[in-house]
């Protein structure tokens, strides 16, 4: 779980799942002498069920041993899952990966409390069908200018998604979420900053009747204005679902 977490990456005065792995490593090995890469950043409050991290140490690890150690000195937020050795020159970061993002939803009522860490409830209705027509839109090559915050002078906005659609959500269930609750499945190799987020919020627009599958393809276009959304959709409801790495 990530909602109590400002992200992945380490930042001064804010407690960062990274920083909290490295103090339980620093328990278990009982020293520093070792460091750790993530596969990627994630936004505060958002959440993965599965991540990807390499671990330098100049020591032997048993795989068995080191998982119940780590399981049981890491908070509850965490679970260590398994452990392999890699080449020494292995490059985490620049490896070829495909991820896949979730975002859970709901809408027409007050959803409970408790949902709060893994989806975002809206209370108005929405017209879900035409926002499943609209997801589709964003599948393939596409200019994402509009859809990425803070951009530098080499970011490239022309990128690839290989599925875009939203489901009922039969894949996290509670007895606290609404009946009926929906998830926004998103795989590509790379993603923009709040790329999806942005996405959520335009496809929330068309649920809402204020944008049209028309506005959609032409924010996709390599002609559009190039400035990004006005609004945002909320971090807590996007789940870090999968990584998988293509080498």
């Known amino acids: 779980m990530g909602f109590r977490f400002h992200g992945w990456q380490k930042q001064p ?4 799942l990274h920083d909290m792995v490295d103090k339980t490593l620093s328990f278990v090995f009982e020293h520093f002498d070792y460091k750790t890469i993530g596969a990627g950043r994630t936004d505060a409050k958002v959440s ?10 100049n020591e032997e690890i048993i795989a068995i041993d080191f998982i119940e150690s780590f399981n049981k000195n890491v908070p509850g937020d965490l679970k260590a899952l398994s452990i392999k050795p890699c080449a020494l020159k292995y490059n985490l970061i620049g490896a070829p990966k495909l991820k896949t993002y979730h975002y859970y939803f709901s809408f027409g009522e007050k959803q409970h409390p408790y949902a709060a860490p893994f989806m975002v409830g809206y209370t108005e209705n929405l017209d879900i069908e035409a926002m499943k027509k609209a997801a589709l839109l964003f599948q393939g090559k596409h200019f994402f200018n509009k859809y990425c915050c803070k951009p530098s002078a080499q970011t490239k906005f022309y990128r690839e998604i290989n599925t875009c659609e939203i489901i009922e959500n039969k894949i996290l269930q509670a ?7 929906y998830v926004l499945a998103i795989k590509g190799s790379g993603f923009l900053r709040y790329q999806i987020r942005y996405t959520m919020a335009v496809l929330l627009e068309v649920g809402r009747g204020n944008m049209t599958l028309t506005n959609i393809k032409n924010s996709l276009q390599e002609n559009n204005d190039k400035k990004p959304w006005s609004f945002i959709a909320a971090s807590s409801g996007l789940h870090l679902f999968d ?3 293509l080498d």
């Open 243 to 245: 990584i998988e790495l």
């Open 175 to 181: 007895n606290f979420f609404p009946k009926k609750t």
């Open 48 to 57: 993965s069920q599965k991540y990807i991290l390499q671990l330098f140490t």
């Open 13 to 16: 005065g804010l407690k960062t």
